[in-house]
Nanobody, 117 residues
Framework: QVQLVESGGGLVQAGGSLRLSCAAS????????MGWFRQAPGKEREFVAR????????FYADSVKGRFTISRDNAKNSVYLQMNSLKPEDTAVYYC??????????WGQGTQVAVSS
């Protein structure tokens, strides 16, 4: 079992920044990647970014490339999402997820991000 706890969401004006954190605990040895996803009202959950637990290789959705940065701190078993130049369309509940093998099968409870215009 892996437990994930997100924090750092909030309300920000367009153009502003927020930093999300995700702390992992439990059977973290089984994790090969961590990802951030988001779900806006009335829309399906979508991929935002991921980072490999070993090596730190990153990958981003086109919609956030150049504005968001995913990073990790293995010593703290934590993953972060630095979000800059936020837009109203970034408004969503953001979820942290842990991937084992090829499946994200552990999810956090989500943290709300709201961007006002």
């Amino acid at each position: 079992q892996v437990q994930l706890v997100e924090s750092g969401g909030g309300l920000v004006q367009a153009g502003g920044s927020l930093r999300l954190s995700c702390a992992a605990s439990g059977s973290i040895f089984s994790i090969n990647a961590m990802g951030w996803f988001r779900q806006a009202p009335g829309k399906e959950r979508e991929f935002v970014a991921r980072i490999l637990w070993s090596g730190g290789s990153t990958f981003y959705a086109d919609s956030v490339k150049g504005r968001f940065t995913i990073s990790r701190d293995n010593a703290k078993n934590s993953v972060y999402l630095q979000m800059n130049s936020l837009k109203p369309e970034d408004t969503a509940v953001y979820y942290c997820a842990a991937r084992r093998g090829g499946i994200y099968d552990y999810w956090g409870q989500g943290t709300q991000v709201a961007v006002s215009s």
